[in-house]
């Protein structure tokens, strides 16, 4: 079974976006910041990374420079909404020059997550 690591720190957004991952048939591991998200993928590489960006303890831009370092080959999805002081559209570029594979802005087009989690893996969508 393909496993997708899920970083996000709203736990709505999480369980939304976890909930539909299992349903389209991929094992979930759950993290609420990129600090869990390190040591998850540490202990078990998933085939995957979907990181937001706005995180507390550790944010998913040192979450991927992190995974970039010690895993070159993991494959990064980024996601994020921005913040009170910083566009989402900045973060996301600095989300994609650190080597995310694809960024989404919130609130993500799930069809399209999913349509780009199947052609990062190479499965059929």
């Excluded at 990374?49 to 992190?66: A, F, K, L």
Aim: charged fraction near 25%; avoid cysteine; aromatic fraction near 4%.
């Amino acid at each position: 079974m393909i496993k997708l690591l899920l970083v996000e720190d709203d736990p709505q957004v999480r369980s939304m976006l976890s909930e539909t991952l299992r349903q389209e048939g991929y094992e979930v591991v759950e993290a609420a910041n990129g600090r869990e998200a390190i040591a998850a993928y540490k202990a078990s590489p998933a085939d995957l990374v979907i990181t937001d960006i706005i995180m507390p303890e550790q944010d998913g831009v040192e979450t991927i420079h992190s995974l970039r370092r010690d895993f070159p080959q993991a494959k990064i999805i980024a996601i994020s909404g921005g913040s009170a002081n910083v566009r989402g559209e900045y973060l996301l570029g600095t989300a994609d020059a650190l080597g995310a594979m694809k960024t989404f802005k919130k609130p993500v087009d799930i069809n399209l997550l999913l349509k780009t989690i199947a052609d990062l893996l190479g499965a059929k969508t």
